[in-house]
Nanobody, 122 residues
Framework: QVQLVESGGGLVQAGGSLRLSCAAS????????MGWFRQTPGKEREFVATISWIGNFTIFADSVKGRFTISRDNTKNTVWLQMNSLKPEDTGGYYC???????????????WGQGTQVTVSS
């Protein structure tokens, strides 16, 4: 498995922006598709975005399409989630994940970070 550490969360007003980072270590980063998921208390962890092994393909949840972008740098073992035009409903714990499949499904990811909290105030 690969070890993942997220950073960049915080408190932001609606309409603002945040950039989340996920640093990977332990295995060859370019062997993994990378995803971002989010979770709020009492709800299941939901898909946000994913990027393919060399970054040429991306998928976004409908709720964030046009507002969020995902990118990666395999020389830095890092993936980013740029979040613009944030809404209160974007509030939650954001988790980075690594998997062998390019997928929007949690079951296809086998390494997870500890998460970083994003709070969007109205």
């Amino acid at each position: 498995q690969v070890q993942l550490v997220e950073s960049g969360g915080g408190l932001v007003q609606a309409g603002g922006s945040l950039r989340l980072s996920c640093a990977a270590s332990g295995r060859t980063f370019s062997n993994y598709a990378m995803g971002w998921f989010r979770q709020t208390p009492g709800k299941e962890r939901e898909f946000v975005a994913t990027i393919s092994w060399i970054g040429n393909f991306t998928i976004f949840a409908d709720s964030v399409k046009g507002r969020f972008t995902i990118s990666r740098d395999n020389t830095k073992n890092t993936v980013w989630l740029q979040m613009n035009s944030l809404k209160p409903e974007d509030t939650g714990g954001y988790y980075c994940a690594a998997g062998s499949r390019f997928s929007r499904h949690k079951r296809d990811y086998d390494s997870w970070g500890q998460g970083t909290q994003v709070t969007v105030s109205s």
